[in-house]
């Protein structure tokens, strides 16, 4: 399969080459040549087949030769090694719990891809590999989580001092071993400058091979695809008709992974753009313009986003015809107060603990459900409750049980290096300390 860039169609590479840059020339995003069709009869006997084959045979198309099969297996079998329940919340809403990874995010599906798949491309590579990033919080600890113990591959982690939650900090900090973590006396912006000027320093680049671990990484998108299969396949054993699916957004990438499998056959009667204040594609779906915005912090914070990388993308699939995205795809903006107060209606009358971003899923699938009497479907969740333990436990009114991993975690020794903004600490950390 080969990738083009969306800025400059001429720009084609391979999965390897996709994988490794990130993206392509003028911060273009790759995307495949063709979408690979699932065989129908695949599709509507999700039963017959385990996670692993399932999740093999959504990959395959993607990677054709350039893994082996029986490497491609493993790392699909490691990808998906954790539960992905679909749980029934009420009559016309189903949950899919995407949040039983080893960080307790749906990022850790696509970073646990992404990672192994660096790794073995990358295992040859005579200069020292360091995965650079900067987090402001979630993207982080799943990219730490993923590429832990991986041979070849060193990681460092900058963020920003006392500005990540007290658990995002210790999945960041915790690990030790091949993962460091910087504890950069700044903002995000600053981290985020800093990992700029690394990727521009010459002589960083004549002697260690550096590479990113960015959310619109193809190797971090496709694999997303998975568990829509997943959840069909637990679909089917409830209802007969197609699901209408809300998806949490921020940047995308989470919905136009099940776009993306719903081309190549899999059932959906209708996606919905999950979104907090940040709608700029609400605003878009309702008026035909795209007006990037500023990004307005909400309780969903891993939704504060305002203008969307991944949404090229969706558009593209579509063609860039307006009519049929949006025949099928709705957007909706829920805010902080409804959020919460979908938290606590939901507690109160089924007894499930949403936390901010599910539930901004929720209520934007009530309020489509309303317009469309007798449909049905689900909602991704996308965090363990117990990662917003403030907003949660005001709607709830009462505590959250933490679950027994992140008890382990807590209890680990914090590891980290403090560093200025200034950049010249940062390369001399880069050069000599890994
Ligand atoms: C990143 C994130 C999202 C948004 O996903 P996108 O793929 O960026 O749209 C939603 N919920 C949680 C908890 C996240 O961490």
Redesign the pocket.
């Known amino acids: 399969m080969e990738y083009y860039n969306l800025k400059d169609d001429q720009e084609k590479v391979n999965f390897r080459k996709a994988t490794i840059k990130g993206q392509g020339k003028g911060k273009g995003l790759f995307f495949p040549e063709t979408i690979p069709q699932f065989e129908e009869k695949f599709i509507q006997n999700l039963k017959l087949y385990t996670h692993e084959e399932i999740a093999f045979r959504c990959m395959k198309d993607f990677i054709g030769n350039e893994i082996p099969s029986e490497i491609l297996r493993e790392i699909v079998s490691e990808t998906v090694s954790f539960e992905i329940p679909l749980q029934k919340i009420n009559d016309r809403i189903f949950v899919l719990e995407l949040f039983h990874g080893p960080t307790l995010?749906?990022?850790d599906i696509g970073a646990r891809f992404m990672s192994r798949c660096l790794s073995y491309f990358l295992k040859d590579q005579k200069k020292k590999v360091s995965v650079l990033v900067a987090t402001s919080g979630?993207t982080g600890g799943a990219v730490a989580d993923g590429f832990y113990q991986l041979p070849g591959i060193n990681v460092v982690i900058l963020y920003p001092k006392n500005r990540v939650s007290p658990v995002q900090e210790k999945q960041l900090t915790a690990l030790g071993g091949n993962i460091r973590a910087l504890e950069v006396n700044g903002s995000f912006d600053d981290c985020q400058n800093l990992v700029k000027q690394a990727f521009s320093d010459e002589e960083i680049q004549n002697n260690i091979f550096l590479t990113s671990a960015n959310?619109i990484n193809i190797a971090r998108w496709l694999p997303q695809q998975i568990y829509y299969l997943l959840a069909l396949k637990q679909w089917q054993q409830h209802e007969k008709e197609a699901p209408v699916i809300s998806v949490?957004?921020?940047?995308?990438?989470?919905?136009c992974a099940g776009l993306l499998a719903h081309f190549r056959g899999l059932p959906a009667d209708h996606f919905i753009a999950a979104c907090n204040d940040n709608d700029t594609v609400p605003d878009y779906l309702r008026t035909q313009y795209y007006i990037s915005k500023k990004a307005v912090p909400t309780l969903s914070n891993?939704?504060d986003?305002g203008d969307p990388s991944n949404f090229v993308r969706i558009l593209e699939l579509f063609g860039h015809q307006f009519s049929r995205l949006q025949d099928k795809i709705s957007g909706y903006s829920i805010n902080d107060v409804k959020t919460l107060e979908t938290i606590t209606q939901v507690y109160q009358k089924y007894g499930y603990t949403l936390e901010p971003?599910s539930a901004v899923a929720y209520a934007s699938m009530e309020q489509y459900l309303i317009d469309n009497p007798g449909k049905k479907g689900f909602i991704l969740g996308?965090?363990h409750p117990v990662k917003f333990p403030d907003a949660v436990e005001k709607a709830i009114g009462g505590k959250i049980k933490i679950p027994e991993a992140l008890n382990h975690l807590m209890k680990k020794e914090k590891k980290t290096q403090e560093i200025s903004t200034d950049f010249e600490e940062l390369k001399r950390f880069l050069l000599h300390k890994i």
């Open positions: 995010a749906f990022k979630d959310s949490p957004s921020g940047n995308f990438g989470n919905i891993a939704m986003v971003h996308t965090a």
